[in-house]
Structures are given as C-alpha cells and as structure tokens.
C-alpha cells in the first residue's frame, strides 16, 4: 500500500506492507485522512531514526477486515478513527501510557490502517468523508477544553485568540451551539471575516489594544493555544474571577505571569491536552444533535503532501486541511 512515511530524516510518499488485523484489530481502507500541527512537529522529534513511520492522527473510512474478536463493529461500517490511545474514560489528566496515534504507533496516512477496535467511532451520516477525516483530534481538544475544563454555559462570553486555527473553528461552533457568545482574534481581517460567518459574535485584529476594544465585554472564559504572544493579553481582558484554559503553545512555551495581578483577580488556569473516549462520543453526538458540519480549508492528495505541510506551516488555513489518501 501506498503510504507518507518520515524516515532517515526525510518525508515521501512510498510503498509499506499492507496491515494485518490482530484479534481485536479492524482493518480501516482510508478514505481520507485530516493534517494537524503535530504532524509539523514529529520529523523533528524523530532526528536520527532510520526506521519508516507513517505519519497522521486523524481519518475516516470503511471496516474492510475484523479480527475474530471483534463484535462492535463489522466489515462495511463507516467509522472515525479515535486518535487518542489508552484513555477511555474522562479524568482531571490522561492516565500513564496515554499516546496519540501517529508516533509512536503507524498513523493514518496510508491507504489502510490496523487499529484496536475499540478505537473507531462511527462515522456521522450527514458528514463527508473530508468533514468526518478532519473532526477527532482538533473536535476532540475544542471539546474538552470548552466543555469540560471550561465548563462554559449559555449566554457565557468566550474569547478565543487565533480564529484560524481547526481547534478555533470547532470552539466557535460549539459555544454557539449552546448559546454562548463568542469573540476572537486574528492577525488577518479575511480570517475574522470567516469567524464570523460561521459564528463568531466579534473579532478584534492581533495588533489592536485588547483592553480597550473589549472594555464593555465581560468576558467569563478564554481558550488560548497561541501561548506567551498572547496569554498576559489574554489574561489582561479576562473578568475577576473568570477562567483560562491553555491547549497549546503555537509562539512559545514559555510565559511571563504578573503574580499580584492573577492571585487579586481570584483567575482560574487550567491546561487541557486532547480528551477521552468518552468526551469523543460526546462530541460525536453534538456533532449530530446540531447537525454541525466541521470546517475543511482545503483538500491535498497524498501525492502533495509535502505542499499541504508548507502549506499549514505557513497558517494560511482557516479550519482543517484534508488528505485525500485513496
């Protein structure tokens, strides 16, 4: 099968042994498969290391095989795969031994893929293959971080830097599900524009004063992965007493914390990595209650891959970039 592999410090498209199902694996002939950030990352992680590894964390597509043990799903089901490995069930963190699919297991960007069973979700009818391939990783962290570490309810204001991102695109549209109001931020006037279309109540350019374009919001809970770029000024429009949740790191990990200011403003930082089984259900029929469609920028064919990575180095996307892998 045909697979985009990093090995010997290099990323191609080339040939690797088709899968083979244990007892309680399914065999998935990928349909399509979504790129994330992470992908960026790992050739990095993994300087040095000669073997292939094929890449991805996000896919959907057809049981073409079951191992004998396997009762939950048969061959011909339409499915998601579950990226996040070794949590089931929520928790304040993941357990020891958690992975996310892509490193150090194969990934989703061959043309098949052996996973446990327990690891794919069905597929939600009203999604295409390019919305379905895109929604776990990106759908699952905006889940959690909203839901459960954020705890956001009707009629909450939510600000949420970095409108273009996947996970961004997905917060959106959740908190507007249920009722929130939601404010973001972006260094490009087209990206707000497109927040807004899909729900967005307000955007606020990067360069702009934040304190002073939001001074008549109360903002009850930001969402921020851009890291030390944006957190004090995150942190600056927050309400007393309201709360940060912290997914990721996109400028740097590291920031500075006016101690005096957060510890008076009684703030609650929470950090949020991914989520469980049990939140993916739960977004999957959120997904379906609202009849949400995920927002896909672009679809690349395998062939390309190298122009999709570029591409999402670049932050050119506004929502979620699509592999085409069959």
């Known amino acids: 099968m ?14 690797m ?6 007892e309680n694996d399914v065999i998935v002939r990928l349909k399509m498969a979504g790129l994330n950030r992470r992908d960026l990352y790992i050739p990095n992680r993994r300087k040095g290391q000669i073997e ?7 896919g959907a597509g057809v049981i073409e095989e079951v191992g004998q043990a396997v009762k939950n799903v048969a061959v011909g089901d339409e499915v998601i795969i579950n990226p996040a490995l070794g949590w089931f069930k929520n928790a304040d963190a993941p357990p020891q031994g958690f992975e996310i699919l892509g490193m150090p297991d194969h ?4 043309e098949k893929i052996a996973i446990p069973s327990y690891q794919v979700e069905k597929k939600p009818a009203h999604l295409t293959w390019e919305e379905a391939s895109v929604l776990g990783l990106s759908g699952l962290t905006a889940y959690r971080a909203l839901f459960t570490k954020g705890q956001v309810n009707t009629g909450d204001t939510i ?3 970095g409108a273009g991102s996947g996970v961004a695109t997905y917060l959106i549209q959740f908190a507007k599900n249920i009722g929130a109001r939601v404010i973001v931020s972006s260094r490009s006037e087209e990206k707000l524009r497109k927040a807004q279309s899909i729900g967005a109540d307000k955007g606020v350019l990067h360069d702009e004063d934040w304190q002073h374009k939001l001074a008549d919001e109360q903002i009850d809970l930001v969402i921020d992965s851009v890291g ?3 957190f004090q000024r995150s942190l600056d429009v927050l309400k007393k007493g309201g709360k940060m949740v912290v997914f990721g790191a996109t400028t740097e990990d590291t920031v500075e914390l006016d101690l005096r200011t957060f510890f008076y403003g009684q703030y609650q930082l929470l950090g949020s990595t991914m989520g469980c089984k049990q939140e993916l259900e739960a977004m999957l029929a959120h997904v379906e209650q609202y009849q949400m469609q995920p927002v896909v920028d672009s679809t690349y064919k395998l062939d390309d891959m190298q122009q999709a990575f570029h591409y999402l180095k670049d932050n050119g996307q506004f929502g979620k970039v699509a592999i085409d892998v069959c």
């Open 2 to 15: 045909k697979a985009f592999v990093h090995e010997n410090d290099t990323l191609q498209v080339t040939q």
């Open 17 to 22: 042994n088709d899968p083979k199902p244990r």
């Open 52 to 58: 292939p590894l094929i890449l991805g964390s996000d």
């Open 107 to 110: 990934g989703t960007f061959p």
């Open 159 to 161: 600000f949420i830097p």
């Open 228 to 230: 030390r770029a944006t």
